[in-house]
């Protein structure tokens, strides 16, 4: 099988390590697919050579929109039947709006399309009517791609029917395949048991606008002025204005020197952070998968997150959680862990068990059989074979 993955607007982040981590795992199961990997220029890679893998960087497909619309109407299709490739793996949200002379496997990655609350936190930020006209343009192509893709893939349960009431495709038609477990490894024991003098309490993870920052910085505000020593732990690149932004409302809530930000952490030194943490919280209010808290849970962290239904699925029965924009109940929380040593161990426990469940290898399995499954779909459906005569099974 001859398999082209879509990844041209992956640079990095949380899509990065899918598409790194998920093709080493497939690479691995299935040696004889042959792959073809378009990827952004802005990628860095730092993958040793294998014959199956051909790496191909796409360097002007960030120059403008027209650019991106060439590639997939015009210049991905026609890689298509140059390379007669079987199955095409879109993991960038689109597949092209043309009739495709293969199967199409769509992996979406951002639930912000489906999210009527993430849509106007995006659109109040942009900066033009123009960049929002762009958005609301991506965002029926997302939808478009998930009703016309043969098979479509997503992280949870929650997001399938989001997209499902979205676009009306039937929930049961989605694959659901849980990613591993990010940056991390899994610990073999929980975080210490011990008391500490003040307790870190970490939220690890980039900007977005949906990230929820005020709700946690107020949360802390009720914490301190209620005695508890802490510490909030970042990892923001404040050279991003927004991230400025962020800064800025934690002075404005007085919490300034309870935050210790250590800017983006690379993937060496990101377990040592975490291990450095007694407590994980995760206010956002709209995520695809939300890799920080399975990193955290791989950690044997105890764990407290925004009550939407994409985290409760990620981290149940681990996590406590509280109502998004609830302050309060967040600092309810956090101070129930703080208060109980025995509730908070035990927490630490069920997140390492939890953690567990995720895995890259399981991942890569599915992914393949969701791969082979689209390509039997479409063989099925067209009474032919693939363009290079590729036996599957159909499941």
Known sequence: MKVLINAVSISEGGAKGVLLQLLASMRALRPDIEWIVATSPRLKLET?????????????????????????????????????????????????????????????????????????????????????????????????????ATLVTVQTRALAEAISAATNRPVHEFVVIPHGCGLTAHADTTASDRRPDHFRIGYITKFGVQKNFKTLFKAAARLRDAGYPLKIVLTLDENFAPVREV???????????????????????????????????????????????????????PIVVAATNENIETTYPASLTFPPLDAEELANRLAKLMDDDSERIKRGQLSLERGRDFSWDVAARQSIIALERALSRAEVKNGQMSPTGTKVTVI
């Open 247 to 301: 800064m800025a409302s934690a002075e404005e809530i007085g919490i300034t020197d309870l935050i210790e930000n250590h800017g983006e952490v690379n993937q060496a030194k990101i377990s040592v952070l975490y291990d450095s943490l007694d407590l994980f919280v995760f206010p956002s209010f709209c995520e695809s998968f939300g890799f920080p808290m399975v990193e955290a849970m791989a950690r044997g962290l």
């Open 48 to 148: 040793a050579a294998d014959p199956s893998v051909t790496w191909m960087p796409i360097p002007w497909i960030n120059r403008s929109p027209l650019h991106v619309f060439a590639w997939y109407e015009f210049v991905l299709p026609a890689l298509i039947k140059k390379h007669q490739v079987d199955v095409l793996f879109s993991q960038t949200n689109f597949v092209p709006r043309r009739k495709m002379s293969c199967p199409t496997l769509l992996l979406i990655q951002n639930a912000g399309h489906f999210s009527s609350e993430f849509d106007r936190l995006t659109q109040a930020a942009l900066p033009s009517h123009f960049a929002r006209f762009l958005w609301r343009q991506r965002t029926r192509w997302v939808c478009r791609s998930a009703k016309t």
